[in-house]
């Protein structure tokens, strides 16, 4: 899914990679508690990401840029024209050339903190109902003094 300069993509659970994290942190944890400091002393950037100068990583990126500008100028012209012909349609559904246009209504969201204060619920009762989460991307252009 992509939405202005955002871009979002599904990422599947990798329980080989999680559990490559989970003994990792247990061998630091127990290293900490040992009073031992890890041999390979990494430095992250000041931005705290890994820098990347591939140069085919840097087009790509390049290229992206460029798409979501020209993305970001469609957008705004479709929305101005689908603002003009929605005022063709005066409140109704309608056919207008090869374009339908449905007219419906969507419920507003449940306020979930109001409904846990008044029936007295608990949010941390809920987190055996959570369902697995999954990981989000999102590519945002980078400042100049970043």
């Known amino acids: ?7 979002t993509v ?4 990798d329980p080989i ?12 944890y127990a290293m900490y508690l040992r009073g ?4 390979e002393k990494k430095v992250a950037s000041p931005s705290g990401r890994k820098e990347v100068e591939d ?13 979501l500008a020209l993305e970001k100028e469609l957008k705004e012209r479709i929305k101005e024209t689908r603002i003009k012909l929605l005022g063709y349609a005066d409140g109704e559904s309608c056919t207008i ?13 449940v306020d979930m903190d ?10 941390a009762d809920l987190e ?4 697995p989460g999954t990981v989000k991307w999102t590519i945002t252009t980078r400042k100049k003094n970043d």
Not at 17 to 28: G, K, M, V
Not at 128 to 131: A, D, E, L, P, Q
């Open 1 to 7: 899914m992509h939405r202005g300069q955002y871009a």
């Open 10 to 13: 599904k990422v599947e659970r």
């Open 17 to 28: 990679r999680i559990q490559e994290i989970i003994e990792a942190e247990s061998e630091f």
């Open 36 to 39: 031992e400091v890890p041999e």
């Open 55 to 67: 140069s085919k990583a840097v087009l790509l990126a390049e290229a992206l840029e460029e798409d």
């Open 97 to 109: 050339g090869n374009l339908r246009l449905t007219r419906s209504e969507v419920k507003g969201s």
């Open 114 to 123: 109001r409904f846990y204060k008044e029936n007295s619920v608990d949010k």
């Open 128 to 131: 055996k109902f959570r369902k």
